[in-house]
């Protein structure tokens, strides 16, 4: 059982797509980058045996802000330990990836980001892949932890309105969108995020990752721990409101997680930005 601890504030994002090449690693570094631009010293998880993400770490420059690696692709690493100074874990999975492997990030993760190329083939990877989240995995979407991240993104193709509507089928928050642009690969290069390279050139690609962090950063508001907390507190309240005499201990945790997650979208949580391409 894979477990990831650290303080109590810690936040676990995980990002993960079981396809290849749909812009996992991209996604994750340069996320650390943009929280470790900010200030913060993010931990970066490789659970990859290629070793992308740790080998972008090896390349990065001992003067850039520090990001913490862990390799989570040994063998020993089913237990992992956040530095005390991190609040935020990013986990960067491989494609080829057990299911009950899977469906074990999918139940530590306060965040789950998913990107997708808007092409056929990896519109309809996605949806089986989501099926199988929401289904086997038994992701409940009310609490609002999944999100799609469109990747190599071109405006006004037949494919990314495709993908849109995919997702609003599904109600799951597209929360931003990364450009098909070739700083992504430069600044990986160099072990960099694109927040990294001088503002003039990456202009048009940061509002991608912004929107994402922006999602991110009211996430955090509310732990997954937190949000359970609150449920419970809310159903005891709605069985002591009857006396503790009839009612349904089910009903009264549906019913309390019903107001709790209203409450969070009224003053936490945001909805999908607009995304303009």
Request: glycine share 6%; with cysteine; proline share 5%.
């Given at each position: 059982?894979?477990?990831?601890?650290?303080?109590?504030?810690?936040?676990?994002?995980?990002?993960?797509?079981?396809?290849?090449?749909?812009?996992?690693?991209?996604?994750?570094?340069?996320?650390?980058?943009?929280?470790?631009?900010?200030?913060?010293?993010?931990?970066?998880?490789?659970?990859?045996?290629?070793?992308?993400?740790?080998?972008?770490?090896?390349?990065?420059?001992?003067?850039?802000?520090?990001?913490?690696?862990?390799?989570?692709?040994?063998?020993?690493?089913?237990?992992?330990?956040?530095?005390?100074?991190?609040?935020?874990?990013?986990?960067?999975?491989?494609?080829?990836?057990?299911?009950?492997?899977?469906?074990?990030?999918?139940y530590?993760?306060?965040?789950?980001?998913?990107p997708?190329?808007?092409?056929?083939?990896?519109?309809?990877?996605?949806?089986?892949?989501?099926?199988?989240?929401?289904?086997?995995?038994?992701?409940?979407?009310?609490?609002?932890r999944?999100?799609?991240v469109?990747?190599?993104?071109?405006?006004?193709?037949?494919?990314?309105?495709?993908?849109?509507?995919?997702?609003?089928?599904?109600?799951?928050?597209?929360?931003?969108?990364?450009?098909?642009?070739?700083?992504?690969?430069?600044?990986?290069?160099?072990?960099?995020?694109i927040?990294?390279?001088?503002?003039s050139?990456?202009?048009?690609?940061?509002?991608?990752?912004?929107?994402?962090?922006?999602?991110?950063?009211?996430?955090?508001?509310?732990?997954?721990?937190?949000?359970?907390?609150?449920?419970?507190?809310?159903?005891?309240?709605?069985?002591?409101?009857?006396?503790?005499?009839?009612?349904?201990?089910?009903?009264?945790?549906?019913?309390?997680?019903?107001?709790?997650?209203?409450?969070?979208?009224?003053?936490?949580?945001?909805?999908?930005?607009?995304?303009?391409?």
């Open positions: 059982m894979i477990s990831i601890t650290g303080r109590d504030d810690l936040h676990t994002v995980v990002v993960l797509n079981p396809k290849g090449g749909c812009g996992k690693t991209t996604l994750a570094t340069n996320l650390a980058a943009l929280y470790a631009a900010r200030g913060e010293r993010p931990t970066l998880i490789d659970c990859d045996p290629q070793g992308f993400s740790a080998g972008w770490l090896e390349k990065r420059s001992q003067n850039r802000p520090k990001i913490r690696g862990l390799r989570g692709f040994e063998a020993s690493a089913s237990r992992l330990e956040v530095p005390s100074e991190s609040s935020l874990a990013i986990v960067d999975l491989p494609a080829a990836i057990r299911y009950e492997r899977l469906h074990e990030y999918t530590i993760a306060d965040s789950l980001l998913v997708i190329q808007p092409s056929d083939i990896d519109v309809y990877s996605a949806t089986r892949f989501i099926a199988e989240l929401l289904l086997d995995a038994q992701l409940d979407r009310s609490e609002r999944l999100a799609i469109a990747n190599r993104v071109r405006s006004n193709t037949k494919s990314y309105r495709m993908l849109a509507r995919f997702l609003g089928s599904l109600k799951i928050p597209m929360i931003g969108a990364l450009r098909d642009s070739q700083n992504y690969v430069y600044a990986a290069s160099l072990g960099m995020g927040c990294e390279l001088p503002p050139r990456v202009k048009d690609d940061l509002p991608g990752m912004s929107a994402i962090v922006r999602w991110l950063d009211k996430r955090r508001t509310v732990t997954k721990r937190q949000r359970r907390a609150m449920i419970a507190r809310t159903a005891y309240r709605l069985a002591e409101s009857r006396g503790f005499e009839g009612g349904d201990p089910v009903g009264d945790w549906l019913e309390a997680e019903r107001v709790v997650d209203a409450e969070l979208d009224t003053s936490q949580l945001v909805t999908s930005p607009e995304i303009r391409l």
